[in-house]
T-cell receptor
Framework: GAVVSQHPSRVICKSGTSVKIECRSL??????MFWYRQFPKKSLMLMAT?????????EQGVEKDKFLINHASLTLSTLTVTSAHPEDSSFYIC?????????????FGNGTRLTVT | AQSVTQLDSHVSVSEGTPVLLRCNYS??????LFWYVQHPNKGLQLLLK??????LVKGINGFEAEFKKSETSFHLTKPSAHMSDAAEYFC?????????????FGRGTSLIVHP
């Protein structure tokens, strides 16, 4: 149980275009989802916390207008990288917490490798 | 405030020998502790977790970890390494804040397994 599906797994886009990444909880409801960015050989950097039906909470230094997060339902959160630039190339990972249980156990998607050319 | 320190950025072992990945934490309250594994270009998979029950926790793939409050440690061990264990391992501490559990990640330990 507690499967998180993230799509696409890889995307290549041109500079200036926008890319949407989807994160779905397949067999549970997730009131809270997290979006991370991971640089090569580095740990995960929390970008934002996404709560269903409300605005996302962004970490310091993360541009909310560039990284748009929408959590419209209990099973879907999306991250849109707007006007992408080569420096946005990275590995993006979402995670979700099973509502009300698990004392903080996070379940992760398989990540999205974004390459901006 | 909480923090987690993974003491080794790289650990290198031979196949068939024991594995020890070290993790120390600090937490103001009773924390939950987790170990996750990440294979290249993949998300993170939960190996095991401690949430205030038994202090010796058994996980998947033969891994286990022991919560030692006196030493504020949660080291990950496995008796015999397999080649497939080569991956990045993250120790995570999570404590409750306002009804939510906020996770803090260690920097990761890269496990290298030699044939």
């Amino acid at each position: 149980g507690a499967v998180v599906s993230q799509h696409p797994s890889r995307v290549i886009c041109k500079s200036g275009t926008s890319v949407k990444i989807e994160c779905r909880s397949l067999d549970f409801q997730a009131t809270t989802m997290f979006w991370y960015r991971q640089f090569p050989k580095k740990s995960l950097m929390l970008m934002a916390t996404s709560n269903e039906g409300s605005k996302a909470t962004y970490e310091q230094g993360v541009e909310k207008d560039k990284f748009l997060i929408n959590h419209a339902s209990l099973t879907l959160s999306t991250l849109t990288v707007t006007s992408a630039h080569p420096e946005d190339s990275s590995f993006y990972i979402c995670s979700a917490r099973v509502s009300g249980t698990g004392r903080g156990t996070l379940h992760f998607g398989n990540g999205t490798r974004l390459t901006v050319t | 405030a909480q923090s987690v320190t993974q003491l080794d950025s790289h650990v290198s072992v031979s196949e068939g020998t024991p594995v020890l990945l070290r993790c120390n934490y600090s937490s103001s309250y009773s924390p939950s502790l987790f170990w996750y594994v990440q294979h290249p270009n993949k998300g993170l998979q939960l190996l095991l977790k401690y949430t205030s029950a038994a202090t010796l926790v058994k996980g998947i793939n033969g891994f286990e970890a022991e919560f030692k409050k006196s030493e504020t440690s949660f080291h990950l061990t496995k008796p015999s390494a397999h080649m497939s264990d080569a991956a990045e391992y993250f120790c995570v501490v999570s404590e409750e804040a306002g009804g939510s559990y906020i996770p803090t990640f260690g920097r990761g330990t890269s496990l290298i397994v030699h044939p």
